[in-house]
C-alpha cells in the first residue's frame, strides 16, 4: 500500500522540481497528477492553505503580478547554552516548541507570546514552524487555539490538527489553564497537558480533574512538573545531538 505524502512534503518537492520558486498556480499544475497526493476534493484549496501556513514558504509576487511562493531553508534551531531564569514560562514554552520539533511536530504558540517570551536570548518565535494568523491557520478552530501556550500539530489527507496542547501554569491559573485548553474541540481527540512548577500545582490539577467540566474530559489530561519538561528537553536534544553527528536522519514517517 502507498502511502501518500504530507502536503508540506509535497509542496516543498514541487517547489524543488520548480527551481525553488513558482507561482501558485504553477505549483498546482505540479501536484495535479502526483501519485502520492492525498486523494481529497478540496485538494487545490489545501495547496492554498499549505503555502500559507508552513514559516518554509515565503510569499512573493511575481513579475507578472501574481502570487507566489520560494522555498526557505528549514533549520533547527540551535538549543541554548545557558538558560538565565528571567523567563521560567517562557523557557518552558521553548523547550515544549523545540521538543516539537525534534519530535517531528509542527509547532504553534500563540500571537503575545511569540514576541515577549524568551528562551536562551531568543524569541520562542524561532521555535515554531508554523505562522499564526487567520489567514494562514483557516483550517483550524482559530478563536479556539489562538490563546494555547504550545500546540503541538500533525498532519492528514486534510491538513493541521492539533496533536498534542500544553499550558504553562503556576498555581492561581492551573484552572484558567485546563479551561483554556477544553477549548479546543474534542473531535481532535487532542492529549491535553498542564506544565506546573511543582507538587503544588499537581495537587490542584488533580482536585479539578475529580470535578465537572474537567471529569469528563480527565483520560486526556496530564500534569507534567517543570523539572520532567526539562529532564525530557535534555535527552532529546543530546539525542538529537548524536543523531546528527553520526549522520542519520530521521524517518520520514516521524516527522
Not at 100 to 111: L, P, Q, R, S, W
Not at 183 to 207: C, K, M, N, Q, S
Not at 243 to 254: D, I, K, P, Y
Amino acid at each position: 500500500m502507498i502511502t501518500p505524502k504530507s502536503w508540506k512534503t509535497l509542496v516543498s518537492e514541487a517547489l524543488q522540481e520548480l527551481g525553488g520558486a513558482a507561482t501558485l498556480q504553477d505549483i498546482t499544475a505540479c501536484l495535479e497528477k502526483h501519485p502520492l497526493r492525498p486523494r481529497t476534493a478540496t485538494w487545490q484549496a489545501t495547496i492554498r492553505r499549505v503555502v500559507r501556513q508552513y514559516k518554509i514558504f515565503e510569499p512573493f509576487t511575481s513579475h507578472t503580478g501574481r502570487a507566489g511562493y520560494r522555498l526557505v531553508a528549514a533549520t533547527q534551531p540551535e538549543p541554548p547554552k545557558k538558560l538565565d531564569g528571567k523567563d521560567p514560562h517562557g523557557e518552558q514554552q521553548g523547550m515544549l516548541l523545540h521538543l516539537g520539533m525534534i519530535c517531528g511536530y509542527e509547532t504553534f504558540t500563540n500571537a503575545t507570546d511569540r514576541t515577549t517570551r524568551s528562551f536562551g536570548g531568543k524569541a520562542i518565535s524561532e521555535f515554531t514552524t508554523v505562522r499564526n494568523d487567520a489567514q494562514s491557520l483557516r483550517g483550524l478552530p482559530l478563536p479556539k487555539l489562538r490563546l494555547t501556550d504550545v500546540i503541538w500539530l500533525g498532519e492528514d489527507a486534510e491538513g493541521l490538527y492539533p496533536r498534542y496542547a500544553f499550558e504553562v501554569e503556576q498555581s492561581t491559573k492551573v484552572k484558567s489553564g485546563l479551561l483554556r485548553l477544553l477549548r479546543i474541540p474534542a473531535r481532535y481527540h487532542t492529549v491535553l497537558f498542564i506544565i506546573g512548577r511543582g507538587e503544588d500545582e499537581g495537587r490542584l490539577f488533580e482536585r479539578y480533574i475529580s470535578d465537572s467540566p474537567f471529569r469528563e474530559h480527565s483520560s486526556r489530561l496530564r500534569f507534567r512538573r517543570y523539572d520532567e519538561v526539562m529532564e525530557f528537553y535534555s535527552a532529546a536534544v543530546g539525542f538529537d545531538g548524536r543523531r546528527t553527528a553520526f549522520g542519520v536522519e530521521l524517518n520520514s514517517m516521524c516527522s
